[in-house]
C-alpha cells in the first residue's frame, strides 16, 4: 500500500499520514455537503427573492386597478348626487303642491346629519387615502340624502292623500241654481225683522223645488225644523267644514248618512221665516261663518258633477 507523508517543521521530518484514505473521504464528504447546503440556500434566496418581486409587481397592479375603480365609484356617485339635487327642486315643488313649505337648505344639512366611517382609515399612511376617503365621502353623502328624501316623499305622499280628502270634502260649489240675493254675506237689514243684523249666510233666489246639492263629501248631522230656518239640513264635512241648507219643502236624505259631492239632498222652499222661495245657505270653518261666495269655484261644474251621482 502506498503511503503518505507531510513535513513537519517542528520536527525537521517527515511524518508518515496515518489512515488518509478515511480522512480524504471524510474530506470530500463535507465538502460535497456544504456544496449542497450552499447550492439549495442559493435557490431558496432566488426564489424568496424572485417571487418578492413578483408579488410586489401584482400588488402594484391591484393597486392600480383598486384606484381606477375609486375613480370610477367617485364619478358615479357625483353623478348621482347632481341627478339627486334635481330631484331635490322637484321635491320641493312637490311639498308647495301639498300645502307644506319648501325645505331650506339648513334643515336638509340638519337632516342629513354627518358621516360615521371619518376616522376608520386613519392607518393608512399613503396618497391613496385621501383618494379613499373622498370616494367614501360622496357614497356616504349621497346615502345620506337619498334617506332623508325617502323620509321627504313619504311625507309628501300622507300630505297629498290628506289633501285628496279635504279637496273632496271642501265645500266648493254653488249647491243650486239661482241668483245670489244682493244683501249677501255680512250686516244687512232684515226685510221681516226690519232691524240691522248679521247676515251669516247667502240667499240664494230660486223657486219652489229646485235642486239643492251636497257642495262637498260629508256626513248628515242633521234634519229637521229650526226656528226661522224652518226645514233644514245640516253636513258635517270634516277638516273643521260645516255646510247649512234652510228654508227647504223638502229632504231626500237622513241623519248619518255619508254623501258625496254633488249627491242631490233636498228641494228648495219657503219654509220658515222667509220673505219669499229661496235657499238660505251657510258654511263654516272652526265654528266660524265664512262668505260662501269664496267657495264657488268656477271651473267646477255642479251639474257635471251631478250627472255622476
Sequence with gaps: ??????????????????????????????????????????????????????????????????????????????????????LIVT???????????????????????????????????????????????????????????????QTISVALKNNEALFSSLPAIKPSKGVVGTNGFGFRYHPILRINRMHDGIDIITDVGTDVFAPGSGTVEYVGSRNGFGLTVEINHGFGYRTIFAHLSKVLIKEGMKVDRGKLIAKTGNSGLSSGPHLHYEVLHKGINKNPEEFFFDDIDLFQIAKKN
Design 1 to 86: 500500500m502506498k503511503k503518505f507523508y507531510y513535513f513537519s517543521k517542528s520536527k525537521l521530518q517527515f511524518v508518515e499520514i496515518q489512515n488518509h484514505k478515511q480522512k480524504f473521504l471524510y474530506t470530500t464528504l463535507g465538502i460535497f455537503a456544504v456544496s449542497i447546503v450552499v447550492v439549495f440556500l442559493g435557490i431558496y434566496l432566488y426564489n424568496q427573492i424572485f417571487n418578492s418581486y413578483k408579488d410586489l409587481t401584482d400588488l402594484r397592479k391591484e393597486n392600480f386597478t383598486l384606484k381606477q375603480k375609486i375613480s370610477e365609484i367617485t364619478d358615479q356617485y357625483t353623478h348621482l348626487d347632481e341627478q339627486l339635487q334635481k
Design 91 to 153: 321635491n320641493n315643488d312637490l311639498r308647495i303642491a301639498a300645502n307644506l313649505p319648501p325645505l331650506t337648505n339648513d334643515e336638509r344639512l340638519v337632516g342629513t346629519g354627518g358621516g360615521s366611517f371619518d376616522n376608520f382609515i386613519d392607518f393608512l399612511k399613503t396618497d391613496d387615502k385621501k383618494e379613499l376617503q373622498t370616494a367614501l365621502s360622496k357614497i356616504n353623502e349621497v346615502s345620506r340624502k337619498v334617506a332623508f328624501e325617502k323620509d321627504n316623499f
